[in-house]
């Protein structure tokens, strides 16, 4: 399996920026689709945006749409989530797996430790 290290978390303004990193451990990372999950306290882990093994093909949640992009560079073994006009209710634990071009978590093997984000207001 591929090992999977999320990065650039942190506390953030509503209507800031974060850019969030899932480094690779492994060269065959760049066969998978990545996706990118979060889950708030007491909540059910929901589905954020995935992108094509190639960087071809993305799809976002509703919340996304508009202000978060995923993008990758194979060459670096490495998949982003650009987070843009961030909102409190962006406030989770992000996670990136790697697995099929799917919107459901049961459809990712591998998966990293999380990256805390916090948004206030």
């Known amino acids: 399996q591929v090992q999977l290290v999320e990065s650039g978390g942190g506390l953030v303004q509503a209507g800031g920026s974060l850019r969030l990193s899932c480094d690779a451990s492994r060269r065959t990372f760049i066969r998978y689709d990545t996706g990118w999950f979060r889950q708030a306290p007491g909540k059910e882990r929901e589905f954020v945006a995935v992108?094509?093994?190639?960087?071809?093909?993305?799809l976002y949640a509703d919340s996304a749409k508009g202000r978060f992009t995923i993008s990758r560079d194979n060459a670096k073994n490495t998949v982003y989530l650009q987070m843009n006009n961030v909102k409190p209710e962006d406030t989770a634990v992000y996670y990136c797996a790697t697995g099929a071009f799917s919107t459901s978590w049961r459809s990712f093997g591998s998966w990293g430790q999380g990256t805390q984000v916090t948004v206030s207001s």
């Open positions: 992108i094509s093994w190639n960087g071809g093909s993305t």
